[in-house]
């Protein structure tokens, strides 16, 4: 384990923020993890519901929120 290894997990833990008591991580800290556009990110996951749990995102406009 290298020692840029060692920091991903912290900089994942400061990413999460706390939202009326659900851990919650951002689309735009969720692409750059992965090295993606925030846009693709989005795309693939409206493409893919069915592989995402339905408490597993939420967008914070009134046109659609999943909890």
Known sequence: MTSESALVPYSIEKQIHLVRGQKVLLDA???ALYCVKVKALNQAVKRNEERFPRISSF????????L
């Open 29 to 31: 800290d969720l692409a």
């Open 59 to 66: 967008s914070s406009r009134r046109k659609r929120t999943r």
